[in-house]
């Protein structure tokens, strides 16, 4: 979303970031980038630890930045739960050697720094005054809410907890899970059936006919209470090409999730090459996907997640951080990448993902204009 900026003083810009960001950071560093007097949103990363050298975080901030094409400007603000300090000639502001190699990164890449700002619990200063001091809080005047956007009083990571499930949903996803895996080993290869149960059977067999059919379905009707259906993805997700083929498949149509379900199952049997279209999906290149229709899916593989036993639950986990980073959410992708990790900690998507997310690299679509 490209937003004109006409905030007159620091503090009215302060007001806009939220709205901006869709959330109010915490402990953060949020970068707006700008065109002229127009941004397309803010960017943010977490405050990074203190054995971490500031001048190497600026050069991790500066490269997120510079993938926002046409960026000629940035306002830099930190959000910290640190206190400013008193010294005999005024005040210091927390973080003020990474705020000053972040701007300094900055200027010498040829981007002129439009605010520089500190957001503490006690109130706000202004990295760029030769004599900082701080303001209220309640100088911050509230930007109007932005349509679609919400409530933006909570913080990044507001949202991202799973939905709630209890004992019973998720034992009986379980076993659903261990029938469908009988039923499909003796679709697949013959010998002991394993489970006479007809449901199972009949999901195996539905799902293993035209399984980008059975996804595309699960946008238009989530599973909330099949556990058969549950377990189906959760069956799909812990296997990396069927997994990989369905959030491609969720990033374009159903026309596509064909054409990826193809070159995944072939590149599996025969070792050959997956085609560039379908990777430069899977790395946030390309068309712009349909935000509702990625926004369906996270709710599908959230919801998984919240019912899968500990053990399935890391295919779910991990679909739902690929999606959050392409939805351009990458403090959301982070809490499942995480999540996922601590169940598993050498998962390779898992790893990938949250090496990219350290990397503060974003989807090339989320940093295009509309």
Excluded: N
Aim: glycine share 8%; net charge negative.
């Amino acid at each position: 979303m490209t937003t004109i900026i006409k905030a007159t003083d620091p503090a009215e810009f302060l007001g806009l970031v939220p709205a901006l960001a869709g959330f109010t950071p915490r402990h953060s560093i949020v970068m707006l980038p700008f065109h002229g007097s127009r941004t397309q949103g803010a960017m943010r990363i977490d405050l990074p630890p203190s054995d971490v050298e500031p001048d190497d975080f600026a050069d991790v901030a500066l490269r997120a930045l510079l993938q926002v094409p046409d960026a000629d400007a940035v306002a830099v603000v930190i959000y910290t739960d640190e206190a400013a300090t008193q010294v005999p000639d005024g005040v210091l502001l927390p973080h003020l050697s990474l705020a000053e190699a972040v701007v300094d990164v900055c200027v010498h890449a040829g981007l002129r720094v439009v605010e520089a700002l500190c957001v503490t619990p006690d109130g706000w200063g202004d990295y760029l005054d030769d004599e900082p001091a701080m303001h209220a809080l309640d100088g911050i005047r509230q930007a109007p809410p932005v349509p679609g956007i919400g409530d933006v009083s909570g913080d990044q990571l507001a949202g991202a907890e799973l939905p709630p499930s209890d004992l019973v949903e998720r034992e009986r996803v379980g076993r659903a899970l261990r029938d469908l895996g009988e039923a499909i080993e003796h679709r697949m290869h013959g010998g002991a059936r394993g489970t006479d149960d007809p449901i199972a059977l009949m999901a195996a067999e539905v799902m293993l006919d035209d399984l980008p059919h059975f996804v595309e379905h699960l946008l238009d009707v989530p599973a909330d209470d099949d556990p058969y259906a549950c377990a189906a993805l959760l069956w799909c997700l812990s296997r990396p090409p069927l997994r990989d083929a369905i959030l491609v498949q969720w990033a374009t149509d159903l026309d596509f999730g064909y054409h990826a379900f193809d070159a995944q199952l072939a590149f599996s049997s025969e070792r050959r090459a997956v085609p560039d279209a379908i990777s430069e999906v899977f790395m946030g290149r390309g068309p712009r996907p349909d935000v509702d229709r990625l926004g369906c899916a996270l709710q599908v593989v959230r919801f998984a997640a919240a019912r899968a036993p500990r053990h399935a639950k890391v295919g779910a986990l991990t679909a739902a951080a690929w999606l959050s980073w392409a939805m351009g959410r990458s403090s959301h992708a982070g809490v499942y990448a995480d999540a996922a990790l601590r169940i598993d900690p050498g998962h390779s998507m898992a790893s990938l993902i949250s090496s990219i997310l350290a990397a503060a690299m974003l989807p090339e679509w989320a940093l295009r204009a509309r």
